[in-house]
Nanobody
């Protein structure tokens, strides 16, 4: 089993930037894709971005396309989400997740392992 730990969340103003990290406790050799999801109070968990671990193909929700960038460092077993031009509607708990299968899924049910989440708050 892979343990995932998110970090990098915080409070920023509208238009600001944050870089989230997700560290795995062991090599992610058994995973085929990793993704970021977010969940605001009273809402369902929402797809943000995903990346195939080996090939590096990226996928983004329309709501973040052009503003967020997903990347991974295979050697460090770490996933990143660079967020720019942040908006109040980006406020949520952000979770990283790992999938053991392909193709990349936009559905949370397609991911086996989850981190505990990191809070991102964007003020007006």
């Amino acid at each position: 089993q892979v343990q995932l730990v998110e970090s990098g969340g915080g409070l920023v103003q509208t238009g600001g930037s944050l870089r989230l990290s997700c560290a795995a406790d062991k090599p992610i050799f058994s995973n085929r894709a990793m993704g970021w999801f977010r969940q605001a109070p009273g809402k369902e968990r929402q797809f943000v971005a995903a990346i195939s671990w080996i090939g590096g193909s990226t996928y983004y929700a329309d709501s973040v396309k052009g503003r967020f960038t997903i990347a991974r460092d295979n050697a460090k077993n770490t996933l990143y989400l660079q967020m720019t031009s942040l908006k109040p509607e980006d406020t949520a708990v952000y979770y990283c997740a790992a999938s053991t299968v392909l193709p990349v899924s936009y559905n949370p049910t397609g991911y086996r392992y989850w981190g505990q989440g990191t809070q991102v708050t964007v003020s007006s």
